[in-house]
């Protein structure tokens, strides 16, 4: 099953009736690179749909949500999970990464978990913020965290909390895949 993240933030774009220069230049990414997105050629990162989320000002959720109606409660069997690959950055290059929504019936939350599956190293290490906080859980293998200036090495069971406004960046640290529970906040 897919989001069709896309087609929300072409929905998003049309109908406040702006270009894909428009929101180029007020979320500094490329107008090309909102075409892909809004095609679904490409996936955006976390951090990428929280910026067009602000912009847009709309819960990042809203890219995950069905169109059926509020629910109280959820459970997501694993079976159930949605996919979100193919992740790239503004400059097109692949981030070795993709995530799982474990949330996307219930709206309007406070927070949005995924899986995030980190498959390799990639050889930029660009670094990304967004608005909210951030809390990162390594269930499996070895990661490096990158916030502002600083380099923490975590081990599987480590966890970190970080207000999401400072650069930062999770990479693997071998060759092996790493699995991370990832939990966002606006």
Do not use: W
């Not at 894909?20 to 749909?49: H, K, M, R």
């Not at 809390?135 to 090495?153: D, N, P, S, V, Y």
């Amino acid at each position: 099953m897919e989001y069709q993240i896309g087609a929300k933030i072409k929905k998003l774009r049309k109908a406040r009736k702006l270009t894909l220069q428009d929101v180029a230049t007020e979320t500094g990414f490329s107008p090309a690179l909102i075409s892909q997105i809004e095609n679904n050629n490409v996936s955006p990162p976390i951090a990428t749909l929280s910026k067009l989320a602000k912009f847009f000002d709309v819960k990042m959720g809203l890219f995950f949500e069905d169109e059926e109606g509020e629910v109280k409660y959820e459970v997501v069997r694993r079976s159930e999970r949605r996919e979100v690959s193919r992740v790239i950055s503004k400059a097109g290059t692949g981030h070795g990464y993709a995530y799982e929504a474990l949330s996307f019936r219930k709206r309007n939350k406070k927070m949005e978990p995924f899986l995030v599956t980190v498959s390799e190293r990639p050889d930029e290490e660009t670094l990304y913020n967004h608005e909210g906080e951030e809390f990162l859980l390594i269930l499996k293998g070895r990661a490096e965290i990158l916030l502002e200036q600083e380099r923490i090495i975590l081990e599987e069971g480590d966890a970190v909390y970080f207000d999401a406004s400072l650069r930062h960046r999770l990479l693997a640290c071998d060759s092996e895949e790493v699995e991370v529970l990832a939990v966002v906040t606006r």
